[in-house]
Nanobody, 124 residues
Framework: VQLQASGGGAVQAGDSLRLSCAAS????????MGWFRQAPGKEREFVAV????????YYKDLVEGRFTISRDNAKNTVYLQMNNLKPEDTAVYYC??????????????????WGQGTLVTVSS
């Protein structure tokens, strides 16, 4: 599976952005797809993921209520709608996927497939 992320950009605090991640190859029901991010000088951190089997979603506490993960089955694409962006959301956002979902879904090492990253910059 190859992942192609897009949609990053530079915005003002309070603005919205939608990231997209298109997956090449077949996505099976057991798969999980989602997003991590890495801010300058910080470790990569979990943002949100979705289980392909039942559309269940999981979010980092600090983004829940502002970010929404969704998918388009026909396009093998997962989206991250980000509203009310804050300067602390500034980071490179990475699309991720794995063949199975587990309790360690918030751990970066749980994902075998990574996209190239797309930069989101939020100014105050």
């Amino acid at each position: 599976v190859q992942l192609q992320a897009s949609g990053g950009g530079a915005v003002q605090a309070g603005d919205s952005l939608r990231l997209s991640c298109a997956a090449s190859g077949r996505i099976f029901l057991s798969y999980v797809m989602g997003w991590f991010r890495q801010a300058p000088g910080k470790e990569r951190e979990f943002v949100a993921v979705m289980r392909w089997r039942d559309n269940s979603t999981y979010y980092k506490d600090l983004v829940e209520g502002r970010f929404t993960i969704s998918r388009d089955n026909a396009k093998n694409t997962v989206y991250l709608q980000m509203n009310n962006l804050k300067p602390e959301d500034t980071a490179v956002y990475y699309c991720v996927a794995d063949r199975s979902f587990g309790l360690r879904y918030s751990y970066a090492r749980s994902y075998d497939y990574w996209g190239q990253g797309t930069l989101v910059t939020v100014s105050s």
